[in-house]
């Protein structure tokens, strides 16, 4: 099992912006941020595939972006427009083709996970 190391999580007022980093060990067919909220079940917030094709949960479109450098094996989450709904710890992993050939949330699809790094949004 590959070792995630997420960072640049922290504290920030809403309206504001942070970049995770997250350090993989390898390219993988799909790379995935999710999140979890206290007292709430992880959601999958943004994919990108070994294409680069993304896709973003509804609430984040417009504001956060994926993406990854493949020389140095790093995904990336901007967030912009932070909002206190935003608040969680969050969460890289990374996974083999599915056998649909598509990328998606299902969590049960990803073998890899980091330690999750958190971000709180103040209003």
């Known amino acids: 099992q590959a070792q995630l190391v997420e960072s640049g999580g922290g504290s920030v007022q809403a309206g504001g912006s942070l970049t995770l980093s997250c350090q993989t060990t390898g390219e993988y067919y799909c790379m995935t941020w999710f999140r979890q909220a206290q007292d709430k079940e992880r959601e999958g917030v943004a994919i990108?595939?070994?294409?680069?094709?993304?896709s973003y949960t509804d609430s984040v479109k417009g504001r956060f972006t994926i993406s990854k450098d493949g020389a140095r094996y790093i995904l990336y989450l901007q967030m912009n427009n932070l909002q206190p709904e935003d608040t969680a710890m969050y969460y890289c992993?990374?996974?083999?083709?599915?056998?649909?050939?598509?990328?998606?949330?299902?969590?049960?699809?990803?073998?890899?996970w980091g330690q999750g790094t958190r971000v709180t949004v103040s209003s």
């Open positions: 992993a990374t996974g083999y083709k599915p056998p649909s050939g598509n990328c998606d949330f299902r969590q049960g699809a990803y073998r890899n």
């Open positions: 990108i595939d070994t294409y680069g094709q993304k």
